[in-house]
């Protein structure tokens, strides 16, 4: 990481919360989401596009993100072509402004928006669409308790 002096230790203490939190988003992902056997893959990503923490080989992108939080807003653009999660297309099964549920084959995606975030959960044809929503959408819960 990169460490240079600015007033004092100041930089340096920014860069390891950013980095703790940053491993702390990850461990979200990993523990209280995909942990739970209830969750396929997950990822968390920010508002601006950004991923925060991600499963490995799944990605949420920045255009990806952004007409997803457009979504929540209004959610006719999706209902018309579709949610596009790690470049594949889900049919838009609800959407208001805190939740977006997607479905495709036996499959599915849960989104949930916080103040900060959006949390992406798929779930396959093992897992049952309402034991993945209710993870993800507690997990949200706690996350906009906690200001995020």
Not at 9 to 31: E, F, K, P
Not at 93 to 121: E, F
Not at 131 to 141: P, S, T
Request: hydrophobic residues 40%.
């Amino acid at each position: 990481w990169y460490q240079r002096r600015v007033r004092g230790s100041h930089l340096r203490l920014i860069l390891y919360t950013y980095s703790n939190m940053s491993s702390g988003w990850q461990s979200y992902v990993d523990t209280n989401l995909v942990g739970t056997g209830l969750v396929s893959v997950a990822a968390i990503v920010g508002h601006d596009g950004s991923v925060w923490a991600s499963s490995n080989g799944f990605k949420v992108s920045a255009d990806e993100a952004k007409k997803l939080l457009a979504g929540f807003a209004d959610p006719g653009p999706l209902r018309a072509s579709g949610l596009f999660i790690n470049g594949e297309k889900y049919l838009v099964l609800k959407a208001d402004d805190r939740s977006i549920y997607g479905k495709k084959g036996t499959g599915g995606v849960v989104t949930v928006k916080t103040a900060q975030s959006i949390l992406v959960g798929l779930y396959n044809e093992k897992i049952q669409p309402g034991q993945c929503a209710n993870v993800v959408e507690k997990l949200a819960d706690y996350l906009i308790e906690s200001g995020y």
